[in-house]
């Protein structure tokens, strides 16, 4: 699987797993102690050295640990994660929530965002090829240590207002045949400013409108929770978009 051995991989899920839970930078000692990988501590450092050497793990300025680089992560989305999958009540809860505002797709798109944003925990964006922008939950934000730095979060903030920025990221779906986009860090934001950041966003289309709908977050946000809740809401608002559009067609 790539450059990787089976024990980098799974060096590399559980740096993950870890630095997920508690978004500080992972040494060999936490990973020997807390998950049984069956090799010694020395055996876990070079791999660690191994990792950072093709690109999978980075250092960190402030600690001896390292943490997932966007090629990490990227790898772990692609090849290792497992999706959680929504429950029959999820998948109701969330179509109840907004099916009052089916006919008005700004309504609609406003509380959408407002009930991914409550069930994620993250900051929740939705915008549209008709000019729309709606974000909500920024105060999730500052429950991550990340964005205690406020450059980070003034330049997130400005960010949130510049509408030619989210129409170009709508438009990179045209290159991805409706799969979930994922931002990773300053490789995909194209600035250094926003390489703590992670987004996952997925896209919707009715008959007129097409736009997008995701989180944004600390790169070590649960992308095994988060996925599947950006793949349904997606598919459900397309699905209300396209019933609505035909309606007022007939």
């Known amino acids: 699987m ?58 960190t300025y402030f600690s001896s640990g390292r943490v997932p680089s966007a090629k990490g992560f990227r790898f772990y989305i692609q090849k290792i994660m497992k999706e959680k999958e929504l429950t029959t009540s999820d998948e109701v809860s969330y179509k109840n929530s907004i099916w009052d505002e089916r006919n008005q797709v700004h309504r609609l798109l406003s509380q959408a965002t407002k009930i991914l944003s409550q069930k994620t925990g993250l900051l929740s964006i939705a915008t549209t090829n008709t000019g729309y922008l709606f974000y909500s939950g920024a105060a999730n934000l500052f429950k991550s240590q990340e964005f205690f730095d406020l450059d980070l979060s003034r330049n997130l903030f400005e960010r949130l207002e510049e509408l030619p920025f989210w129409a170009r990221v709508l438009d990179k779906f045209g290159r991805l045949d409706g799969e979930i986009l994922f931002m990773l860090g300053e490789e995909d934001f194209s600035d250094p400013a926003f390489e703590e950041c992670a987004s996952v966003f997925g896209e919707f289309e009715g008959k007129k409108t097409q736009g997008m709908i995701g989180v944004v977050g600390p790169k070590c946000m649960h992308y095994d929770f988060v996925v599947p809740q950006i793949k349904y809401f997606s598919t459900l608002i397309s699905e209300i978009i396209e019933n609505a559009e035909t309606q007022v067609n007939k």
Not at 17 to 32: A, C, D, F, M, N
């Open 2 to 59: 790539e450059d990787l051995n089976q024990r980098q991989i799974e060096i590399l899920k559980v740096i993950i797993k870890e630095h997920s839970e508690t978004g500080q930078p992972v040494g060999s000692e936490i990973l020997e102690k807390k998950y049984k990988l069956g090799v010694s501590p020395a055996t876990i450092r070079n791999e660690m050295v191994e990792l950072a050497k093709k690109g999978y793990l980075k250092k």
